[in-house]
């Protein structure tokens, strides 16, 4: 069984700062994507940002130059680091991987973490 456990949610004044992390465990054969998504109150989730296996990422242009993601393959976490934070963050934060289960199945599982809540108020 295959779990994502994401911590470092809370409330957090305008242009304060965040970090969530994620940890990946159970039994799996190899990580291969892994990202962020957020969910506002009466919005679809959407992506934040993402990172390859390679260390590649990507971002949501709503959070370029203020958010950024960082994986340890060892470890098989992924954090968020979110600076210069807005209001129009606030969202339920879900950690995302994309997991090979086993060798020599190259098909991939998606898997969730249950979510964290950020508010960002004055």
């Known amino acids: 069984q295959v779990q994502l456990v994401e911590s470092g949610g809370g409330l957090v004044q305008p242009g304060g700062s965040l970090r969530l992390s994620c940890a990946a465990s159970?039994?799996?054969?190899?990580?291969?994507?892994m990202g962020w998504y957020r969910q506002a109150p009466g919005k679809e989730r959407e992506l934040v940002g993402g990172?390859?296996?390679?260390?590649?990422?990507n971002y949501a242009d709503s959070v370029k130059g203020r958010f950024t993601i960082s994986r340890d393959m060892a470890k098989n976490t992924v954090d968020l680091q979110m600076n210069s934070l807005k209001p129009e963050d606030t969202a339920v934060y879900y950690c995302?991987?994309?997991?090979?289960?086993?060798?020599?199945?190259?098909?991939?599982?998606?898997?969730w973490g249950q979510g964290t809540q950020v508010t960002v108020s004055s």
């Open positions: 990172v390859s296996t390679g260390g590649s990422t």
């Open positions: 995302n991987a994309d997991i090979f289960l086993r060798p020599g199945v190259p098909i991939s599982t998606d898997y």
């Open positions: 159970g039994r799996f054969f190899r990580i291969n994507r």
